[in-house]
């Protein structure tokens, strides 16, 4: 089965960075888009960052010239580095993963368990 590990989350001061990893493993035939979302309390879960398979990227608007994604496609690996962090970036930081599964006749998304980043001030 298809699997999802994130990694990198942490507690950080303002002004500080953190990178994020997300491996996907297990009998996958292709991956199309990857993205990073968050989750802060009391909010609803919202795209911080997306790539697609030809390597076009977009952000949200709070983030942008603060957060790169990058994706090594030979890891079946995404990343998000994370610079400049406010203390409103705190949340927790889920992976995102549309694929198509060996076997299977169309593609679907998974989803990690997330990874916590606190930024204080």
């Known amino acids: 089965q298809v699997q999802l590990v994130e990694s990198g989350g942490g507690l950080v001061q303002a002004g500080g960075s953190l990178r994020l990893s997300c491996a996907a493993s297990g009998s996958i035939f292709s991956i199309n888009a990857m993205g990073w979302y968050r989750q802060a309390p009391g909010k609803q879960r919202e795209l911080v960052a997306a790539?697609?398979?030809?390597?076009?990227?977009n952000y949200a608007d709070s983030v942008k010239g603060r957060f790169t994604i990058s994706r090594d496609n030979a890891k079946n690996t995404v990343y998000l580095q994370m610079n400049s962090l406010k203390p409103e970036d705190t949340a927790v930081y889920y992976c995102?993963?549309?694929?198509?599964?060996?076997?299977?006749?169309?593609?679907?998304?998974?989803w990690g368990k997330g990874t916590l980043v606190t930024v204080s001030s």
């Open positions: 995102n993963v549309d694929l198509i599964e060996v076997g299977v006749s169309h593609g679907m998304s998974y």
């Open positions: 790539i697609a398979s030809g390597g076009s990227r």
